[in-house]
C-alpha cells in the first residue's frame, strides 16, 4: 500500500529498518525470558505470542500521527507481546511476575479491566509497556483471558467498533453475549478456586485418617495413592521370589474399586484391610511356581479386587467384567476370568466360612 510520510516520519522509518535485526534479536530474548519465568514460576497459560511490527503497519501508524513521534523511541509497540491465560484470576499472577521482570512504564501502561462499558469484554487486556536493559525500544505485553481473546478476534472479523454502523439489534445482542462472556469467564475462575479447596480439604481428611468422611473420586483417589495404601502387601507379595516392584499407573483400578461398591475411601481402607490375605494367596500360587523377579505395582490392587469379587459371589463374570474395565473388552478376559476362578476354587480364602 502507497503510504504518505513526510520527511520526519520517513527518518523514523529509516531507524526501524536499520534496528530492525536487533529489534528481531531482542524480540526473541524477551520472548524467551518472558516464557522461563512463566515454567518458573509454575503458571500455566494457553498461549504466549510475540511479533515484531511490521514496516507496513508501522508506516501507517505514522501516517495518521506521526507527529507525536519525536523518534522511533517514542513508538511502544515495537515489539508486542500476548500472554493468554485460561483463568482471570491468572492475569494477577502473570501481571505479578512481569513486574518483577522487567522495568515498567506506568505513565503508559494502561489496565483496560477497569472500563465499565456493557461491552467492553473483549476489551479488558491489561497492557504493560515494559524496558528491557540496554535496549532503547520499549515493548508491550498483553494480558486477556482465552474467551477474551476470542470476542476480541470475533469482534475485529465482524468489524464492531471499526466506525461502521451496526443496527441496534447486533449491538445489542453482541452486548447479551458479551456478558454472557464475562459470567463464564469468572465461573471459571470460582470452580477452580472452590475445587482447591475441595482437594485441600481431602488431603486433610486423608492425612488425619478420616477416611470414612471421603468420598471416592478421582482426587480423592490420587490423595490416597500419595499414601502408598498397597505398598504392605505388593512388598509381602513380591517377597515370594525376592521380586522387585515395578511402578505403574494404579489410576486405572479407581473405575474397578467403584464396581465392586466402594463409595469412600474409608470403604477401600476396609477391602484391603479384609481381603489382603486372600490376595496374597491369589498372588503367591500364581507366581510361586515361576522365576518372575519384577513385578508391576498393580498386581497386589488387582488380587485385592479379584478375591473381593471371588468372596461376594460375583465369579467368572465379575472377573470378566474387572478385566473388560481395565483392559478394554476381549474373548481373552473370559478366558484369564475362566483360569482365575478355577485356581482360586483350592485356595483356603474360598474354604473359609
Known sequence: MQRYLDPHCEMILEEYRDNLPEIKKKAEEINAKLNSMLKDAGLLVAALEYRVKSEDSLAGKLELKGSKYASLED????????????????????????????????????DKRKAHEIDSFGYLSLHYICYAPGFPYRFEIQLRTVLQHAWANMNHDTGYKSGVEIPKSYLRNLSRLAGILELVDEQFSIIRSELTDYRRRVRALVASGNLSEVPLDGDTYRSFLELEPFDTLN????????????PVSLLPYLQVFKLIGCKTLGDLEKVIRDYSDAAYQIASYQI?????????????PQNLCVAFILKSGGGRAGIRMMFDLLNGESSNNDTMAEILVEQANSLPFMNNK
Open 235 to 246: 512388598k509381602r507379595i513380591a517377597a515370594v521370589n525376592q521380586a522387585e516392584i515395578h
Open 75 to 110: 513508538i511502544t509497540d515495537i515489539i508486542g507481546l500476548r500472554v493468554i491465560t485460561f483463568y482471570t484470576d491468572d492475569i494477577a499472577k502473570v501481571s505479578s511476575a512481569i513486574e518483577r521482570l522487567f522495568e515498567v512504564d506506568w505513565a503508559n501502561s494502561v
Open 288 to 300: 510361586g511356581l515361576t522365576d518372575l523377579d519384577i513385578l508391576a505395582s498393580s498386581i497386589g
